[in-house]
């Protein structure tokens, strides 16, 4: 117990000395493999024979875990159904520019051991973007033959490390069916075209296709929807300069692997830095450094002001974002013992148009609905706005479980009855 406690002891002054928290925010974040693996997959354009972003194929080659997956871990370092498509795209990289084929055999060798397992722990509950990216990234390791690349001779014992595609592929026709019966650019948040690094190969890309990448692109920062991967993909079919100059930028600024979504809210890094040294108990140990944090949280915002504030969020993504900074700024300051206002927290109660999105889209905003519930239960007697908030977040984090629920339950009776049967 005394070294466990002198090793925190040494970590806590490690970031006192350092100021770890006035560093770039983004070396707070957690790189994403999958992200970091579309950007090791773009060939130089000058030398085809060499990746353009040499860094990002050194990230994923050091990277691996001890399992053989890449990414997607729980709390424990256990793998979670985001190791998968992560898992997938490393191994096409690798593949792709013929290196670390140890590595290479130590991936396939977890996906023959884990996949149906993770698949089986969703209960057919699986999110959209897993339902879209994972069957994508199975069709495009087969069309670069990345599972063919190792084949053994099938009577030799290693040959069970390879993965099944075909069985696979039926494990997951349940996610796979209707999402991509979509429209490119329709009502789904995100639109089925921020996914199209997973695109099947029976989208076909057609002139005008490329014209509506090319055109989001250049009518915005260079990316496709802030997402690293898609951008890296729409930078392979439409070489647009714009875009590359969007996802140098992104490399100079992340050189040790690549969030999963860029730009990024630096102040909402700052906060859940915060947010975590109080989860782990090390509030005490940095009272300086959180104190430092929240009071430029404070100064940056309107907290202490009753006037309304209204939302300027134009997708759902940023919807998300600036509902869950709101929520985690307003409780971690009341904590501190600042005055915040909750007129400045539950705008999004006086707009019907935003609590209607956020209905329509309460599965993919539940961890938020959870953020804005736990900021709510800080409420004083008197303040009916955060009691609206609240009654709000837990119908939408109500029907959310319930949904999960019935997932569970229906696939434990499939498989109850394919066993009758």
Excluded at 21 to 42: F, G, H, K, Q
Aim: charged share 20%.
């Amino acid at each position: 117990m005394k070294c466990w406690l002198l090793s925190i002891e040494l970590m806590t002054e490690v970031i006192k000395k350092e100021k770890l928290w006035e560093r770039d925010p983004y070396s707070l974040v957690n790189p994403s493999a999958y992200d970091t693996a579309w950007l090791a997959m773009i060939p130089n354009p000058d030398q085809q024979v060499q990746p353009m972003f040499q860094n990002c194929l050194d990230w994923v080659l050091r990277s691996q875990m001890e399992d053989g997956f890449w990414g997607g871990s729980d709390g424990h370092g256990l793998p979670t159904i985001e190791s998968l498509p992560a898992t997938l795209a490393c191994l096409v990289v690798l593949t792709k520019w013929n290196v670390g084929k140890d590595k290479i055999e130590r991936g396939l060798a977890f996906l023959e051991s884990n996949t149906e397992k993770l698949l089986d722990g969703t209960y057919g509950n699986c999110p959209r973007w897993f339902a879209i990216i994972f069957p994508g990234m199975i069709e495009l390791a087969a069309r670069r033959r990345t599972l063919l690349a190792f084949a053994i001779p099938p009577k030799s014992p290693a040959a069970c490390r390879r993965l099944d595609e075909q069985r696979i592929c039926q494990k997951c026709d349940f996610l796979s069916i209707s999402a991509f019966q979509e429209e490119l650019i329709g009502d789904q948040c995100p639109p089925l075209l921020s996914f199209l690094d997973a695109l099947p190969s029976s989208y076909e890309i057609t002139d005008q296709v490329t014209n509506t990448i090319i055109n989001k692109i250049t009518n915005g920062d260079g990316s496709l929807y802030q997402s690293p991967s898609a951008t890296a993909q729409a930078f392979m079919l439409t070489g647009n300069s714009k875009c590359s100059h969007f996802l140098q930028a992104l490399v100079q600024r992340c050189p040790n692997g690549v969030p999963p979504t860029y730009p990024l809210d630096e102040e909402l890094i700052r906060l859940c830095w915060v947010n975590q040294i109080q989860r782990l108990g090390l509030a005490q140990l940095l009272t300086h450094e959180i104190e430092t944090i929240l009071s430029q949280a404070y100064r940056s915002t309107t907290w202490g002001s009753t006037e309304q504030f209204e939302g300027k969020s134009t997708s759902l993504l940023q919807l998300g974002i600036q509902l869950q900074k709101d929520a985690l700024a307003f409780r971690l300051l009341r904590m501190q013992g600042y005055h915040v206002s909750p007129w400045r927290f539950c705008w999004f109660m006086r707009d019907e148009e935003i609590r209607q999105l956020m209905e329509k889209n309460h599965e993919q905003l539940a961890s938020v609905m959870l953020e804005i519930y736990r900021a709510t239960e800080l409420m004083f007697p008197g303040e009916m706005e955060l009691k609206e908030a609240m009654s709000f977040s837990r119908k939408l984090l109500v029907k959310a479980t319930r949904r999960a629920n019935q997932a569970r339950s229906f696939e434990q009776h499939h498989v109850a009855f394919g066993r009758l049967v």
